[in-house]
C-alpha cells in the first residue's frame, strides 16, 4: 500500500514563496509523483508531475515559470517549489502517485492510484 503524506503548506502574503513536500512509503518508490490543487468550487488542477525513476517532469502552463517539481530520492520525497504566489494560489494542495504523466495533459485525476491527504495554501493580497 502506497502512501503519500504532504506537508509544507501555510499562509504567505502576495509574492512569496512556498515548498511542499510529498513523502512517499510503500512497496515502491519508482513511480509518477505529482501535484494538484482544488479551489473551493474548482475543479482539481493537476500542476506538475516527475518520473521518480528518472528525470522527466512536466510542468502546466498555468503555473510554469513560477512552480518547480523535483525529488529527493534518499528521502522518498517529492517537493513543489512556489514562487512569486498570488492570491489565486490559495488551495488545498494534493500530492498523489499516478500510473502516467505527460507533456500534454501533465497528470490526470483519472490516472491517479493513490492521494494525499491534502495541504492548504493560503496567500493574502
Known amino acids: 500500500q502506497i502512501k503519500l503524506t504532504e506537508s509544507g503548506g501555510g499562509s504567505v502574503e502576495a509574492g512569496g514563496s512556498l515548498t511542499l513536500s510529498c513523502g512517499v512509503s510503500g512497496s515502491t518508490y519508482r513511480s509518477n ?3 494538484f490543487r482544488q479551489a473551493p468550487g474548482k475543479e482539481r488542477e493537476g500542476l506538475a508531475c516527475i518520473y521518480t525513476g528518472g528525470s522527466s517532469t512536466y510542468i502546466a502552463d498555468s503555473v510554469k515559470g513560477r512552480f ?9 520525497t517529492v517537493y513543489l517549489q512556489m514562487n512569486s504566489l498570488q492570491p489565486e494560489d490559495t488551495a488545498m494542495y494534493y500530492c498523489a502517485q499516478a500510473w502516467m504523466c505527460d507533456d500534454s495533459d501533465i497528470i490526470l485525476s483519472k ?15
Not at 111 to 125: I, K
Open 33 to 35: 509523483v505529482g501535484w
Open 68 to 76: 518547480t517539481i523535483s525529488q529527493d530520492n534518499a528521502k522518498n
Open 111 to 125: 490516472n491517479v492510484e493513490y492521494w494525499g491527504q491534502g495541504t492548504q495554501v493560503a496567500v493574502s493580497s
